[in-house]
């Protein structure tokens, strides 16, 4: 098992300057969420402990929890071999999704077209 | 737990036509790789039952493992809540990572500036 080690100045942020974090379950190992940082939310969530994502819809900073008190625990950051892309392990607080399920993920996808 | 479904008709592509993929080990339940696919290589996705992206870099489809070896045979596919991500939940021959690391993601982020 490798522990190399990236500074946050090696990150590739897109051309919008963001980076897709993954937010995983670091108990359960369930994955969460999809949701983007830009530099001062990754900044935020690591000084914080907590995640801080960049909303893309409301352009705004969104950290997770601030009105629902389902905040995300922040037990590790992993950057991926292309350093654009993130993997954040949490401790969450209650369900990740404004639904209210877990996780985002609670969908299957089907071939075929939808009626409804 | 929900077992909702959602038509392939229903997804966001984004302005390139691409939806970022989160692909997981259905067994060990690592995160292994974030990639993207268009609406070609999610069709060849679920008909062949093994992964193919679209390259950003190449510009390309990508089975893969298609000069490997080590292709992801697909368990099973969600959609999250604003249906503009997947996860994929894969059966790996191999090891993920071009660098022969299980996952994409073996480094983990520090907070300082690199020096090397």
Redesign the interface.
Known sequence: ???????????KWDTNGLI?A?V?DAA????L??AYMNAQSLQMT?SLGETVFWSRSRQALWHKGETSGNNQRVI???????AD???IEVEPAGPA???G?TS????????????D
Request: proline share 0%; glycine share 2%; hydrophobic share 40%.
């Open positions: 098992m490798s522990v190399e080690a990236v500074g946050i100045d090696q990150i897709v993954v995983q359960t190992r369930q994955v969420t999809v690591l590790q950051v992993s950057v991926d071999c292309d892309a993130l993997l999704c404004h639904t399920e985002c993920f609670h969908r299957i996808l089907r071939e075929e077209s939808s009626r």
